[in-house]
């Protein structure tokens, strides 16, 4: 990783440190994941290939091999962040999306709308709700 020289001096003592793959482990989550998660929700379900997906996946696994630690991929952390970004419309009644998200009568699952396209069937609110009913 040219970018980051941090990153390659961490690696270059590994074996001098204590706790290296922790603080590369930490280093990752605060940098690199959070540069590849940036808006994450707005552009992964919808306008991600899978072409995009699988480079993005690389670096995960680069990472992984570096840190020497499990690391989430990134269709994990999408699901997870697409369940909180969920969670936190529906707490919040004033939110503009919350309208969006109605309990079916049964009071268990959300209601879902069927798509023509798959433009639609892959935004946010759709996946949110096949998320949340799972």
């Given at each position: ?59 995960v ?29 529906i ?37 949110a ?6």
């Amino acid at each position: 990783m040219q970018c980051l020289p941090e990153f390659d001096r961490l690696e270059g003592n590994r074996g001098r440190m204590d706790n290296s793959n922790n603080v590369l482990s930490i280093l990752y989550r605060c940098t690199i994941e959070s540069i590849l998660t940036g808006c994450f929700t707005a552009w992964y379900g919808s306008f991600c290939t899978a072409l995009n997906r699988k480079a993005l996946q690389r670096v995960v696994k680069t990472a992984q091999n570096i840190t020497r630690t499990e690391l989430p991929s990134m269709e994990d952390l999408y699901y997870q962040r697409v369940r909180q970004k969920a969670l936190r419309i529906i707490k919040d009644p004033r939110h503009p999306s919350h309208k969006l998200f109605c309990l079916l009568p049964s009071g268990r699952r959300y209601r879902s709308i069927r798509t023509q396209t798959t433009r639609l069937r892959d935004s946010f609110i759709p996946q949110a709700r096949r998320l949340l009913n799972t």
